[in-house]
């Protein structure tokens, strides 16, 4: 989910409200290309050979990982590859020239799988859910920085949570609070990191 609010705010047209906001649509082809890349290898290719991993030597029974008790280091997974993104593009960019939102997306997402570890030891909160939450809450964030905010996108994007998470309660996979607490804080952590990053 991630990826796609990056390929959205990457490919569709928009312009910052503030000059000193260096619009996503603006970036060379090239430039979007290997930020694309970095995002997908980190957030869903490292992730996801790490998860069939996991599986193939049993430290968790499923893919989807349906017990709570096995979702404690697939979080932690999630929580490094995160950083490592953050941690890699402030690296590559230590004087701040790429856009904010690509700073504060994997930190977003390393928010949200730190939160969502603590939770765990309470409730089973659907990681899937979180991921129509971070879309949104992303771009939401996004465009309320841009002339023209495309409701449609916005809407498509709410849409497609709510189909995630009908699914899971569909699938008897989550209870109502799990879905619905996944997605209104995935939603919340990253808006407010997107909106206010840099934290000064």
């Given at each position: 989910?991630?990826?796609?609010?990056?390929?959205?705010?990457?490919?569709y047209?928009?312009?910052?409200?503030?000059?000193?906001?260096?619009?996503?649509?603006?970036?060379?082809?090239?430039?979007?290309?290997?930020?694309?890349?970095?995002?997908?290898?980190?957030?869903?290719?490292?992730?996801?050979?790490?998860?069939?991993?996991?599986?193939?030597?049993?430290?968790?029974?499923?893919?989807?990982?349906?017990?709570?008790?096995?979702?404690?280091?697939?979080?932690?997974?999630?929580?490094?590859?995160?950083?490592?993104?953050?941690?890699?593009?402030?690296?590559?960019?230590?004087?701040?020239?790429?856009?904010?939102?690509?700073?504060?997306?994997?930190?977003?997402?390393?928010?949200?799988?730190?939160?969502?570890?603590?939770?765990?030891?309470?409730?089973?909160?659907?990681m899937?859910?979180?991921?129509?939450?971070?879309?949104?809450g992303?771009?939401?964030?996004?465009?309320?920085?841009?002339?023209?905010?495309?409701?449609?996108?916005?809407?498509?994007?709410?849409?497609?949570?709510?189909?995630?998470i009908?699914?899971?309660?569909?699938?008897?996979?989550?209870?109502?609070?799990?879905?619905?607490?996944?997605?209104?804080?995935?939603?919340?952590?990253?808006?407010?990191?997107?909106?206010?990053?840099?934290?000064?």
């Open positions: 989910m991630p990826s796609i609010g990056l390929i959205i705010t990457l490919y047209p928009s312009k910052g409200i503030d000059i000193s906001l260096i619009t996503l649509y603006l970036l060379p082809e090239m430039v979007k290309t290997q930020l694309l890349t970095l995002f997908i290898i980190f957030s869903c290719l490292a992730p996801g050979l790490s998860f069939v991993m996991l599986h193939k030597r049993k430290v968790i029974t499923t893919i989807d990982m349906e017990q709570q008790g096995e979702r404690s280091l697939p979080l932690i997974i999630m929580f490094v590859y995160c950083a490592l993104l953050f941690m890699l593009f402030n690296y590559k960019d230590p004087d701040g020239y790429l856009p904010k939102y690509l700073m504060a997306l994997p930190l977003s997402g390393a928010l949200v799988t730190a939160l969502f570890l603590l939770i765990n030891r309470w409730i089973k909160i659907s899937h859910a979180a991921g129509g939450g971070i879309l949104v992303y771009l939401c964030a996004y465009y309320l920085t841009q002339t023209t905010a495309p409701i449609w996108i916005i809407a498509l994007a709410i849409l497609a949570s709510g189909l995630t009908s699914a899971r309660l569909f699938l008897n996979k989550h209870k109502p609070i799990e879905v619905y607490s996944g997605w209104s804080l995935a939603c919340l952590v990253t808006f407010l990191c997107n909106w206010y990053y840099p934290f000064h």
